[in-house]
């Protein structure tokens, strides 16, 4: 049972083990039920016909007619045992002999499947079916429930430059187990969030940007009512960085977006490239995260020049870490070792659950006036300067 816990390939040399342990699993029932994680990278996501084909994805696999008649007559039984609508598409994809139908067949047949790691191409048609016949269309009579348990999931867009659109992913959602999602690498937003149905079981979410509407990320942390931690990267391929991000261009309508999920989420990380600056404007307060423990963000994204917002007014008392990168703010240490050290002196009364806080500027700021103030009130209140 351990040795078929997880299956995984990330090499697109041997994506002919993808198609064999399908064979197997198929064969072998028993052992299907065993498979807890599947993880699977670098397969080859298109067939010989299309223009996308990539030579740099052939493993030179070898298979004789008779292998071939055998596998293509396994698979065929397998889509008709999962009652697969379209049959005629799935069984041209299995002739055509692309990995994308062997990942699929593979991940809806294994029952017990709790984490799913997939590597995507920019159009994963036959993987979209797939998750729609598990989560929409699989009829009251199919023998068991495909994907219905998975509860981690991790997909990457091929590739360190590939933009995929994140509303792809928008069927992943639908899952009825998930609780972590992680997804990238460089997702793009070019159209409205689709409409879902509430999604409850979802806790955490790890998106990596290239850019996104901030209306986009509004609308699908609306559906997620369960939303416990949200963290977003934004790392712009080095060809870009003199073009604005959406996010970085307008924070306070990121800021807005955040809202959605603002009576759920307990920690929030907020990062990007250091090539953006934005137009100075403030994610705004966050006061209404009545639940939220933990905050990492860009300071500047939280203060603007540090005189007109009070870190005290804008924070939850539930906040525990704070965590605020400060890069380009050497003119003004002064300024935020005093918005600290205010911040300290509200513990109790006001930051009731303050633990640690995190400037990423401590070095410099310990040789300025008001450093030892700071420090002090830390030790006296209990609160760990990093």
């Known amino acids: ?99 994308e139908v062997y990942v699929a067949l593979l991940a809806l047949l294994l029952p017990n499947l709790r984490k799913l790691g997939l590597d995507l191409p920019l159009k994963f048609t036959i993987l979209e079916k797939a998750l729609n016949h598990a989560t929409l269309l699989r009829p009251l009579h199919a023998p068991f429930a495909s994907l219905q348990k998975v509860e981690k999931v991790s997909c990457w867009f091929r590739g360190n430059v590939a933009q995929g659109d994140i509303n792809e992913l928008a069927p992943f959602f639908r899952l009825p187990c998930v609780k972590r999602m992680r997804a990238g690498f460089q997702l793009v937003s070019s159209k409205p969030w689709p409409q879902l149905p509430q999604q409850t079981t979802l806790q955490k979410l790890k998106l990596k940007c290239r850019d996104i509407q901030p209306e986009v990320l509004g609308s699908m942390l609306h559906g997620l009512g369960n939303l416990r931690v949200l963290e977003f990267k934004s790392f712009p391929h080095a060809s870009e960085i003199m073009f604005p991000l959406n996010i970085l261009v307008h924070p306070q309508r990121f800021g807005s977006a955040l809202l959605n999920a603002a009576a759920s989420l307990r920690e929030i990380n907020i990062s990007y490239s250091t090539h953006y600056h934005g137009d100075g404007t403030l994610l705004g307060s966050f006061r209404p995260f009545t639940q939220l423990k933990s905050l990492t963000t860009e300071l500047r994204w939280l203060l603007g020049d540090a005189r007109s917002v009070q870190l005290v007014d804008i924070l939850p008392p539930s906040l525990e870490e704070l965590a605020l990168t400060a890069g380009g703010w050497e003119g003004i240490i002064g300024l935020v070792v005093s918005q600290f050290k205010e911040l300290v002196d509200a513990k109790p009364s006001v930051m009731t659950n303050l633990r640690s806080i995190g400037d990423g500027i401590s070095q410099t700021a310990r040789q300025i006036s008001g450093f030892d103030e700071l420090l002090d009130a830390c030790r006296r209140k209990d609160v760990k300067l990093e």
């Open 1 to 99: 049972r351990a040795l078929y816990s997880s299956f995984w390939c990330d090499w697109s040399r041997e994506t002919w083990r993808i198609r064999a342990f399908l064979r197997t699993v198929i064969a072998n029932p028993l052992l299907a039920s065993y498979v807890l994680g599947l993880d699977l990278g670098a397969w080859r996501a298109w067939d010989r016909d299309s223009d996308e084909w990539d030579e740099g994805y052939d493993d030179d696999r070898k298979y004789s007619p008779l292998q071939n008649r055998g596998d293509r007559k396994l698979f065929h039984q397998a889509i008709h045992h999962l009652t697969l609508s379209d049959k005629t598409f799935w069984r041209s994809a299995v002739r055509k002999d692309v990995d």
